[in-house]
């Protein structure tokens, strides 16, 4: 009987700890997603399947659609 608790109380403290990781890494993982303007070469731009607009410096379509060409 004694063990079950030793061993419940070790499985509960491990999934608590679980979750504040995974809480950390999903906050970091958030504002690294809101950092600098992603920039793109036109080579990245076609072979990412888009088109580059210089005039417009965007790339259109594609992975890197709508993301500033540099």
């Known amino acids: 009987m004694r063990i079950r608790r030793i061993l419940a109380a070790v499985?509960?403290?491990?999934?608590l700890a679980g979750l504040g990781?995974?809480?950390a890494a999903a906050a970091t993982?958030?504002?690294t997603?809101?950092?600098a303007p992603?920039?793109?070469t036109p080579s990245?731009?076609?072979?990412?399947g888009g088109t580059a607009d210089l005039m417009a410096n965007l790339c259109k379509g594609g992975t890197h659609n709508g993301?500033?060409?540099d």
Request: overall charge positive.
């Open 33 to 35: 997603a809101k950092g």
């Open 11 to 15: 499985i509960a403290t491990a999934a």
């Open 44 to 48: 990245q731009c076609t072979q990412g």
């Open 38 to 40: 992603s920039y793109v």
């Open 21 to 23: 990781l995974t809480g």
């Open 67 to 69: 993301e500033k060409i």
């Open 29 to 31: 993982a958030a504002t």
